[in-house]
């Protein structure tokens, strides 16, 4: 596998939450920069003992309402 993407929501309390696409890899942490560490961190773990993939995507799903007047 060459990438893992990870879909990246922003949770309602605050932070965001990222969870990986086709693996059970789920992070979570309160500001972006965090987020990545911590994503970086997860794939390491969960590919102990396998090769991990070269590269990691981030996708920001964002859920926006607008009203029209």
């Not at 773990?45 to 007047?69: C, G, M, Q, W």
Request: cysteine-free; proline content about 4%; hydrophobic content about 45%.
């Amino acid at each position: 596998m060459s990438e893992i993407i990870f879909e990246v929501t922003e949770a309602p309390e605050g932070g965001f939450t990222a969870e990986a696409l086709g693996e059970s890899i789920f992070t979570q942490a309160e500001t972006w920069d965090e987020l990545k560490a911590n994503v970086k961190e997860a794939v390491q773990a969960f590919y102990f003992d396998a090769t991990p993939p070269r590269s990691i995507r981030l996708h920001l799903v964002r859920d926006e309402v607008l009203a029209i007047a």
